[in-house]
């Protein structure tokens, strides 16, 4: 077994132990401290519907948007502009759009890598690379859709620009690492 | 700023959408992703409920006090204007690590309940605080030690080691973590220091109405 199986392995058991030991954890250390537990959920659990239902304005407009804005082939045409740099720093043509698309659309990002390793399989350097990109940022516009509009904030200050950096950081970050270890 | 990209997307998909003949699809995907939307929110409101639930026993059992004392010397540095035994403090710790064990369903109702105890912190309740930023910037670089998705997706494209890019992604990860802070720390103090960049306008407002609210 190498090393990332191994460690693979370990994560994968920690990941299904987290919740149910977070749950005993929290529920035992209240009923040792003498907390009405089912009257504290209830009370808290009321929430739950108020901020789901204050997201929708929010992700409505963030995701009609980006919607939009893939379903009128705009992608392309960026992916024609920033090609000639992206070249200078070697990222393969076929990975940018991945790069582009992955703060706007989890499902489109992640679409176009499954399409990405059926043609050039999952263990070419672009299916690593383009793997990796996917694992190592977020769907930065969603996140702050649903974030900041559960608690109704509309000017994001410098929200957008630092979520931008990171994901530029992550995304050459992914390369750098990739055409370096495999 | 998000003003300026919204507005950007909108008007390059109408745009670009018209020249590629291609306005019947933008408007269906219009309909759909509101429709989508509703469909992701109401799907959030058991799962939101159950976690708040949860969160409300360890409140009252104390055991978030003794969460955030207990990560006081890197809350401090990380987020100076939370008092440092703030319930936020660990929300955020809870959602951060929601995310690096790829608990999405914890995750997303945990980092919701950070933001509202974020917003009582907050006096400008339509702007965001640095706190806020700090915070999302770093959900948004989100660090995964088992990115779960793509795995399964290598496994089923036939890959000989689905598990190879596990440590390229940490490594990606972390190098975005290191920079959405920075990012954030540094964007949150020098708004004049974006002169060509559509926040500018946006960050200078609320500085001057911060700084109104200071007198």
């Known amino acids: ?182 | 700023m998000l003003n300026y990209v919204w507005l950007a997307l909108m008007i390059i998909a109408l745009v670009v959408g018209a020249i590629n003949g291609k306005l019947t699809e933008v408007t269906k995907a219009a309909f759909d992703m509101a429709e989508t939307s509703v469909k992701i929110a109401f799907g959030l409101i058991g799962i939101m409920a159950l976690w708040l639930g949860i969160i409300k026993i360890a409140e009252e059992s104390g055991l978030v006090n003794i969460l955030a004392k207990a990560l006081k010397p890197i809350s401090k540095r990380l987020f100076p204007d939370i008092p440092p035994d703030h319930p936020a403090i660990a929300a955020i710790l809870l959602n951060l690590s929601a995310n690096w064990l790829g608990l999405s369903n914890a995750a997303t109702p945990l980092g919701l309940k950070a933001m509202d105890e974020l917003q009582k912190l907050n006096d400008k309740k339509d702007t965001a605080s640095n706190a806020m930023v700090t915070f999302l910037a770093m959900n948004t670089a989100a660090i995964t030690l088992i990115p779960a998705t793509i795995i399964g997706v290598r496994i089923s494209l036939n890959s000989q080691n689905p598990q190879e890019i596990i440590g390229a992604t940490i490594f990606a990860g972390v190098c975005a973590t290191i920079t959405a802070i920075l990012a954030a720390k540094i964007l949150e103090k020098l708004p004049v220091f974006l002169p060509a960049q559509p926040g500018r306008k946006e960050l200078q407002t609320a500085d001057v109405e911060k700084g109104q609210e200071g007198k």
Not at chain 1, 2 to 23: D, G, K, T
Not at chain 1, 46 to 51: D, L, P, S
């Open chain 1, 1 to 182: 077994m190498s090393a990332a199986n191994v460690f693979s392995e370990v994560m994968r058991v920690i990941s299904n132990l987290a919740i149910p030991l977070i749950l005993f954890l929290i529920i035992g250390f209240g009923f040792f401290k003498k907390v009405k537990i089912y009257e504290a959920f209830v009370e808290g659990a009321k929430g739950g519907f108020e901020v789901a239902i204050k997201i929708i304005p929010f992700l409505v407009a963030i995701l009609v948007a980006i919607g939009m804005f893939r379903a009128s082939g705009a992608m392309d045409f960026f992916v024609k502009i920033i090609s000639p740099l992206t070249n200078l720093i070697g990222m393969p043509a076929e990975a940018l759009p991945v790069a582009l698309m992955r703060p706007l659309s989890g499902s489109g990002s992640l679409g176009l890598v499954t399409e990405i390793m059926k043609t050039h399989g999952p263990d070419s350097f672009l299916g690593r690379l383009v793997s990796t990109m996917y694992g190592s940022t977020e769907t930065t516009f969603y996140v702050l859709a649903v974030y900041f509009g559960s608690v109704g904030i509309k000017k994001t200050r410098h929200a957008v620009a630092a979520g931008l950096l990171a994901d530029a950081a992550g995304l050459l970050a992914a390369l750098f690492i990739c055409k370096l270890i495999f």
